[in-house]
């Protein structure tokens, strides 16, 4: 069974920075994509960016050019590096796993950590 909990969220000013982590435990599988989402007050889980298992990545045109997805396979953790955040990225992360054979569904969600930028 596979697990995924996410931490590093907190309350910044606009132009601050966080880094998200997204530990994953359990059968991961070779072949997934591990992805990280975005629920603000009201809205639907929308996708920010997302790393295959061979690190290619994705991202939301939101937020091109000030985050950062990564991982560290020796830790099976994946990073949202986000710089230059507004107030608008405020919203709960979750991260998601969608694993081989089925890579468009997702298998596993964290619960999530809360990212609130602040004047």
């Known amino acids: 069974q596979v697990q995924l909990v996410e931490s590093g969220g907190d309350m910044v000013q606009p132009g601050g920075s966080l880094r998200l982590s997204c530990d994953a435990s359990g059968n991961i599988g070779s072949i997934h994509v591990i992805g990280w989402y975005r629920q603000g007050p009201g809205n639907k889980r929308d996708l920010v960016a997302s790393i295959t298992n061979d690190g290619n990545t994705n991202y939301a045109d939101s937020v091109k050019g000030r985050f950062t997805i990564s991982r560290d396979n020796t830790k099976n953790t994946v990073y949202l590096q986000m710089n230059s955040l507004k107030t608008e990225d405020t919203a709960i992360y979750y991260c998601?796993?969608?694993?081989?054979?089925?890579?468009?569904?997702?298998?596993?969600w964290g619960r999530g950590t809360q990212v609130t930028v602040y004047t």
């Open positions: 998601d796993l969608k694993k081989y054979p089925d890579l468009q569904s997702t298998c596993a």
